[in-house]
């Protein structure tokens, strides 16, 4: 299926019918990330996203697998977050998310498949998180990073905030407050909004986008808002995802068209 490519001056973006379609071409996209990380370095560092948006991309992923056209034996997988505190057992956190919908799933080492620890004493928690930038490093950086949009903005849990762009794209990996929106996103999920754990571990702007390649999935019309400002608005801390326009040319946006309606 072919997607549309509209013309946004700083942005890639392709256009899906659905995102089924959107997820199909995303899984392929990581597939050859991972098969060239392979052929050229032996391995490949993989940044992954929880949430629904990218719940299609890891069944694909785990029937490539299942099929014996992929496999994650030299790869590395970070995630962007996890709530905390949290238990790793807690269903609803993002580390039973990714054992469920893909580590269970592909021949993923256990030591290589990387998520925030939910459980790291509260002094420690800024050391933990920090760790992360350095591990990746170590790694030789992200090939490809899968991101998700929060309706507010938010990439992985770095949320609105007034800061100046120049320090927005220094944001570290660190413990986090959640923001109102996200708050009320995860009620559902835990019950209720005075159950979401109100903080998280985040990965950073800065480690994100200094990954080699960026993708990026946003589908249906509750995100329709947030893409129109993230893609036409200011480039602003305020709107996390806008970001993502100063290193345009490592970024590919894949949505649907339910998503794109509000773009001019
Ligand atoms: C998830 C993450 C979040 C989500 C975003 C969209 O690891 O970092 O930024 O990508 O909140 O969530 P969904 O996909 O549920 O709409």
């Known amino acids: 299926m072919t997607a549309r490519t509209l013309a946004i001056p700083g942005a890639t973006v392709q256009v899906f019918p659905d995102p089924g379609h959107a997820c199909a071409a995303a899984a392929g996209l990581i597939a050859r990330s991972i098969r060239e990380g392979v052929a050229a370095r032996g391995g490949a560092v993989i940044g992954l996203a929880t949430g629904n948006t990218p719940l299609p991309v890891y069944d694909r992923l785990a029937a490539l697998h299942r099929a014996g056209d992929l496999s994650f034996a030299e790869v590395s997988t970070y995630n962007l977050d996890e709530y905390y505190p949290i238990a790793p057992t807690d269903p609803r956190s993002y580390r039973a998310y990714m054992d469920r919908h893909l580590y269970g799933r592909v021949d993923l080492a256990a030591n290589r498949a990387h998520i925030f620890d939910g459980t790291v004493p509260e002094a420690f928690a800024a050391e933990h998180a920090a760790g992360f930038d350095r ?88 995100k329709a808002e947030i893409l129109a400002s993230a893609l036409q608005g200011p480039v602003t801390a305020g709107v996390p995802a806008s970001l993502l326009r100063t290193v345009a040319g490592r970024v590919t946006w894949m949505i649907d068209e339910a998503a794109a309606s509000r773009l001019g």
């Open 135 to 222: 591990w990746i490093e170590a790694e030789g950086g992200l090939d490809l990073q899968l991101l998700g949009v929060g309706r507010n903005g938010h990439i992985g849990f770095n949320e609105p905030s007034d800061l100046r762009v120049d320090a927005a794209l220094r944001l570290p990996s660190r413990p986090t407050g959640l923001h109102p929106t996200t708050v009320e996103d995860a009620a559902a999920e835990f019950g209720d909004a005075t159950l979401v754990p109100p903080r998280a571990l985040t990965l950073g702007v800065a480690p994100i986008l200094a990954a080699r390649s960026i993708l990026v999935l946003a589908f249906g019309a509750k």
